[in-house]
């Protein structure tokens, strides 16, 4: 059991998906309440950040308290509570024990980055560490109305976890991608 706080991130619009894909039915609960009692397997705290009270697990909350639909303004409710956070977003399913120790070593490693992240053919912003430290940046960002995560990395001291395989961070973003997921949990 890790002893850093994991944020499971589903406050967002799903757009793409039509539907709210925190709420889809995942293993035998709602994708949140999947993504929550899998992590508590692996973190002594999960909680998930969203934007009002809809799960169908005693899951802890984060309330993002900004009306803006995007991950970036609820970094500021989460370090309201915590000094450094797991951030993993709702629809990554398979994010797996082995690239979550990877991305808390390389954490210990280096003490001093703003944010520990893990990439792939491209970075994976909600799949890392991020540190207090990088309030400053992220409020400064939000002030000029820039909600975009990898932008505010480039600029930040931020430690990309390199990673070959693809598979630990398929993302169910459309309606096909999430009938694909629901093939691999079967």
């Not at 950040?49 to 500021?76: H, Q, R, V």
């Amino acid at each position: 059991m890790h002893d850093i706080p994991c944020v499971i991130f589903a406050g967002g619009k799903s757009s793409r998906m039509g539907v709210d894909k925190a709420l889809l039915p995942f293993g035998g609960s709602s994708l949140a309440c999947y993504q929550y009692k899998r992590l508590q397997k692996i973190f002594d705290q999960v909680y998930i950040s969203t934007k009002d009270k809809k799960f169908d697990c005693s899951a802890k909350l984060i309330i993002d308290s900004f009306t803006i639909y995007a991950p970036t303004p609820a970094f500021l409710d989460i370090f309201k509570k915590f000094d450094q956070f797991f951030a993993i977003s709702v629809d990554t399913p398979f994010v797996d024990i082995k690239t979550i120790e990877k991305i808390i070593e390389t954490a210990k490693n280096n003490p001093t980055k703003n944010a520990i992240i893990a990439k792939t053919d491209f970075p994976h912003p909600l799949i890392g560490i991020y540190r207090k430290s990088i309030l400053f940046l992220l409020e400064n960002e939000i002030k000029k109305q820039n909600y975009k995560l990898n932008q505010i990395l480039k600029k930040a001291d931020t430690l990309f976890v390199q990673f070959e395989e693809e598979e630990p961070f398929y993302n169910c973003n459309y309606p096909e991608d999430f009938q694909e997921a629901l093939k691999k949990i079967c």
